[in-house]
């Protein structure tokens, strides 16, 4: 296990020579959204092939938003594809995982949903799941698969999450996790909850403070962090729930600013996603 000045040292120098090149490829006119066409400046990596199908593929879930948005838009399609292809990019590197180099986009209602042990879900504060929706989350997770939700601020986004959690466990409530818990140092020993906020939130004052906070659209107080979880009856962690935070935001925007890059994507954004991966691929 790192501690925190070894984790900092080692993921800048690993990370930080790809800053530049990132940086270029990410700033462009355009965006293409298909990452077999385009991969935003990601390289790709050989798989052996007599173990494609054993690899790790960080999978993203689609799901329909209250306001008319829908799958074809709306939040859960936040920070793709750059986030789910840095940080595949990452764990490749930086872990002895075998990882796919090729994220996917991923329906709960997928007959394929049972070959991935991870989802990772984004932006749920208008989230609405179907019935069928809401009985695959539920056997998915009995069976021994892992949900994170990431990247929502503010009461009343927490409160449509925890209002659609409870149709899929009606028996079980979200707790806080306490900083002592394994996720938090499987890999990395994180020494605080951590909070990362979009690029365009973070500040830095002339003394050196830190703003790691956006605001919420409800007005609700959102300098704390909160990870909470939904376990089963073993104690396993089958939805994480990253709230007051987005670290999805420091994997995909690594690339354009060196010091959101530094304070954030190194610090806390890349460790904490590499726990909690660790956490549930050996959970």
Not at 13 to 38: C, E, H
Not at 70 to 75: S, V, W
Not at 214 to 225: F, L, M, Q, V
Not at 243 to 260: A, C, I, M, V
């Amino acid at each position: 296990m790192m501690n925190r000045r070894k984790l900092i040292s080692w993921l800048v120098v690993t990370l930080g020579v790809v800053f530049a090149t990132a940086a270029m490829a990410q700033r462009r006119w355009y965006r293409n959204d298909d990452i077999s066409v385009d991969r935003r400046g990601v390289p790709t990596w050989e798989v052996d092939p007599r173990f494609k199908h054993d690899l790790f593929t960080f999978a993203r879930v689609r799901y329909d938003s209250y306001g008319g948005r829908g799958r074809g838009g709306g939040g859960w399609r936040t920070d793709y594809p750059d986030s789910d292809l840095n940080f595949s990019l990452r764990l490749h590197q930086l872990t002895s995982l075998k990882v796919n180099p090729n994220p996917i986009i991923l329906d709960l209602t997928d007959e394929k949903l049972f070959d991935y042990p991870f989802l990772y879900m984004i932006e749920p504060g208008a989230l609405y799941f179907s019935e069928p929706e809401v009985e695959a989350l539920r056997q998915y997770c009995l069976r021994g698969g892992f949900l994170m939700v990431d990247d929502f601020w503010g009461d009343a986004q927490y409160e449509n999450l925890a209002e659609q959690l409870k149709r899929v466990f009606p028996d079980r409530e979200p707790f806080e996790v306490p900083l002592e818990h394994e996720i938090f140092h499987c890999v990395y020993d994180m020494k605080e909850k951590p909070q990362v906020p979009a690029i365009n939130s973070a500040f830095r004052t002339a003394d050196g403070q830190v703003g790691t906070w956006e605001n919420a659209w409800d007005g609700s107080d959102t300098r704390t962090p909160h990870y909470r979880a939904i376990t089963d009856d073993e104690d396993r962690i089958m939805v994480f729930i990253c709230h007051n935070t987005d670290l999805g935001d420091g994997w995909e925007r690594e690339g354009e600013q060196k010091w959101y890059f530094d304070e954030f994507s190194v610090k806390r954004a890349y460790p904490m996603g590499i726990n909690i991966v660790t956490y549930a691929m050996t959970h």
